[in-house]
């Protein structure tokens, strides 16, 4: 770990940067990026990666810590990845506080997810679930009818047929509702809409029904249409009355 240059001199230590077998009179520098430790320095063994460094083992060449990630200490250890919903642009970062929150730029909906940290760059910001647009840039809440349960720049769902929900930002289809009894969704799945008097729908249907001959339905938000009372008929479709049969004519199948 020392230097005997000038044998009429004590040894000298070798700097941080250096190391020296025992018996060799000079000190030889360590590999790139790596400084020796301790005061007997005598293998390349003995110099290590600095920080915002890392190496496959002792006395290997050290390379800078990718875009991402980060390492404070010295040594051979693996580099640490940005936390969840941040990225690092810059390689060699030495400190987590390097590591930028994708929301500082973008908006708070934006950040990487489980699985998906050590971001390099702003671009490789996604949109978390609930929300949906190019990654790298500011994030739209999917709209009422609609919903995302990934993140990334994929587009929102429209709830399945006869449903809706009148929620933005929604993460699963789950939070889609069937309308209830004599009501429908609307075409963008946002809410119902009630069946007018002289149709009716179940909660299962997608749309209202007209009442066929012979039924009808004088109230509206109705699930099912109603039979004409004996002595009455009706020949309409979507009838909100029934006439009643003329004199001398039957009506016996109020049809």
Known sequence: GASCADQGAVPVACNATAFSPAGDHLCHQCPPSTSSLGTDKD??????????????????????????????????????????????????????????????????????????QGRGSLQECVCEAGYTGP?????????????????????????????????????SSASCRECIPGTVPNTNGTGCGVCPAGQASPNTDTACSACSPGTMQPASAQSSCQPCAVGYYTISQGSTACQQCLAGHSCAIAS
């Open 43 to 116: 293998e390349v063994t003995d110099c290590t990666c600095v920080a915002g460094h890392t190496a496959a083992g002792p006395g290997l060449e050290c390379s800078a810590c990718a875009k991402g990630k980060y390492k404070a200490d010295a040594g051979e250890r693996a580099c640490s990845e940005c936390e969840e919903g941040k990225y690092l642009d810059i390689e060699g970062s030495e400190q987590s506080s390097a590591c930028k929150p994708c929301s500082s730029v973008l908006d708070e909906h934006s950040g990487s997810t489980a699985g998906l």
């Open 135 to 171: 990654d790298g840039t500011v994030c739209s809440a999917c709209p009422q009818g609609k919903w995302k349960g990934v993140p990334g720049n994929g587009s929102c769902a429209l709830c399945s047929s006869g449903k809706y929900h009148d929620q933005e930002a929604q993460v």
